[in-house]
């Protein structure tokens, strides 16, 4: 199985190729240079790994929350190298993708990411036995204060948003938080790790239909 990932949702900049099981990837923290990076990350993935893009099986990409320029244009670079060979992609949450970093750490892992305007985008995830994330409670955009809390377990809080608005969301969370991971960004490899059970269970649809998940209508970046 070959599997190219794109994550451009926030600061972070990666892409990654999996092959097989053997995965490569680049990545770099570089706020608004993301269409300036991206394709020479995938050009040089696909050289490394002397695929051509047409022999992809299927194209996963971070299709938010996050910042609207980076979310589209996550969009815009996999429907542009799948639509013209048919390959079939799966969108993936990009909050979803932030938690799948401690999976196999964490048992209960709670996300958040600057939304700006005072909000964060906020999710609840829960680790099954395959070590993957399985969300709890619908995401959300929401003031820090008006978040929605779990009610049992211990918890790691993990994004940005904990690193901005910490105390709100701790003066609202009803169980006990063990860790916070507040510099960790979305990362593509972790976008492969959740697209291949649907990949393998024919859950995908044709580039065509792909469509970003903004949380909100305001545009914000």
């Known amino acids: 199985m070959k599997i190219l990932a794109i994550e451009t949702s926030t600061e972070a900049c990666s892409a990654a190729l999996d ?24 050009d040089s993935l696909l050289q490394e790994a002397d695929v051509k893009i047409n022999s992809l099986d299927v194209i996963a990409f971070g299709c938010g929350p996050g910042a609207f320029t980076g979310v589209r244009i996550a ?35 709670a996300t958040a990411i600057d939304a700006r305007m005072k909000e964060i985008y906020w999710g609840l995830y829960k680790v099954n036995k395959c070590n993957l994330v399985e ?12 978040i929605l809390s779990p009610t049992n377990g211990e918890w790691v809080g993990v994004g940005s948003g904990w690193k901005i ?26 976008v492969i790790q959740l697209a ?26």
């Open 75 to 109: 969009i815009s670079i996999t429907q542009g190298l799948a639509c013209p060979y048919d390959i079939p992609v799966i969108p993936i949450s990009t909050l979803a993708v932030l938690a799948q970093q401690f999976s196999t750490k964490y048992d209960h892992i």
């Open 135 to 146: 969300v709890m409670k619908k995401e959300k955009v929401c003031s820090p204060n008006n």
């Open 165 to 190: 608005y910490a105390n709100e969301i701790k003066s609202k969370f009803k169980c006990k938080i063990i860790d916070i991971k507040n510099d960790t960004y979305p990362h593509a490899k972790n």
């Open 196 to 221: 291949k059970p649907s990949y393998e269970n024919g859950k995908f649809i044709s580039a065509d239909r792909a469509k970003p998940v903004y949380l909100r209508d305001k545009v914000v970046n």
């Open 19 to 42: 092959i097989d099981d053997s995965c490569i990837f680049r990545h770099k923290i570089a706020p608004r240079r993301h269409t300036e990076l991206i394709l020479p990350m995938i």
